[in-house]
């Protein structure tokens, strides 16, 4: 492990740097002197592209920003990407809670197979030091353990299937277990794994397709469109974005995971409401449709599975997410890598902010 850490002015590769998460951490590795090889699909697409290069110009770092082209279901499509590189982080991927349409094609495979080609390119690097897995709070907590129990890094998701209606947290699951069992193997040389492990990530976003990510959650206090309330524990993109950059410059960091939540533990999306109306009074808050009226809550907590996808149209990921309160421990985050929370209502206020730049009302 000795030697392992990665310092500016290393090169590091960003997977899907053109997402909600990536783009952050591209500009937070810029910010702190690295240079940055950006590995989006279609690198001349301007439109996906062009918001990341106005970024670097703006800190005056476009000299240290490079494109690449890498699509997670092209095989071997990431190995000019990631050649020369010190360090990599993988954060392409689908998001998708819904679990609409073909969720084996559109979300698993994605994760799974593409990751499986990411680490099949990594493998063929001399010299890598690190490898950063952007993964997510749903590859380690499940809901088969009692209200009291306080998940921590050590635990896996084990419930989620395709079934059950967690396509996407079965897929970050298992995708993340495929890299910890190639390092066990010996695939990745010396090379340490770190893996990132966030809630719901929200924050300001930088891109008008950045409209559909997790941040999105907050948009129909603008829209007015039903608020999908659900529990979950929320965290700030530059957080998610710092957590990645000490990951590789922290000794200690190697061989851990690393779950990032703020502070505030987990809440229901109408909690978030009020911190809107504090920073944005405008916003008819109280008015705004719910996906779950709440008196339906007790209905689909104890309604028989039959019952609940064929009269309600839900799974039992969606009953479970958003009638359960679960519990993490984000410690390590804070003790390893000194990761410091900013306060939910600024990271609440900065997201609906930076989403009604790109959202008509």
Not at 50 to 59: D, I, N, Q, Y
Not at 91 to 116: C, F, M, Q
Request: charged share 25%; net charge negative; with cysteine.
């Amino acid at each position: 492990m000795a030697g392992s850490t990665v310092l500016p002015p290393a090169l590091v590769a960003v997977t899907g740097a053109n997402g909600f998460i990536a783009a952050h951490v591209v500009l937070a590795l810029l910010k702190e002197g690295y240079d940055v090889r950006a590995i989006v699909r279609d690198p001349s697409n301007e439109d996906k592209t062009g918001f990341l290069k106005e970024e670097a110009e703006s800190m005056g770092a476009s000299d240290r920003l490079s494109f690449a082209a890498g699509d997670l279901l092209v095989d071997g499509s990431y190995d000019p990407a990631v050649e020369g590189c010190d360090a990599v982080v993988h954060s392409a991927a689908v998001v998708n809670l819904e679990g609409n349409g073909d969720a084996e094609e559109k979300v698993v495979k994605p994760a799974i197979s593409g990751t499986r080609n990411v680490l099949n390119s990594v493998a063929k690097v001399d010299g890598l030091k690190r490898f950063i897995q952007t993964s997510s709070i749903a590859a380690i907590y499940r809901f088969d353990e009692p209200e009291d129990y306080v998940f921590t890094e050590n635990d896996w998701n084990t419930w989620s299937s395709i079934e059950n209606g967690d396509a996407y947290g079965y897929g970050k699951s298992v995708s993340e277990k495929l890299v910890w069992e190639e390092k066990e193997k010996g695939n990745l040389g010396d090379c340490q794994v770190v893996s990132i492990n966030p809630w719901v990530v929200i924050g300001p976003i930088l891109s008008k397709s950045h409209v559909n990510s997790s941040a999105a959650v907050l948009a129909p206090v603008i829209t007015y469109d039903k608020l999908v309330n659900f529990e979950a524990g929320w965290v700030d993109v530059r957080e998610v974005a710092q957590a990645h950059v000490y990951a590789l410059q922290i000794e200690e960091a190697a061989g851990k995971r690393f779950i990032l939540d703020g502070d505030a533990g987990a809440l229901n999306t109408e909690d978030l409401l009020p911190m809107v109306h504090a920073a944005y009074p405008e916003y008819d808050v109280k008015s705004l449709p719910l996906r779950l009226p709440k008196y339906m809550s007790t209905i689909l907590e104890w309604s028989p599975k039959f019952v609940l996808r064929n009269i309600f149209g839900f799974s039992e990921f969606h009953r479970n997410i958003m009638t359960k309160k679960l519990k993490v421990n984000n410690g390590q985050s804070k003790e390893v890598l000194g990761i410091e929370y900013r306060p939910l209502e600024e990271t609440v206020a900065d997201t609906v902010g930076s989403l009604r730049q790109y959202i008509s009302s």
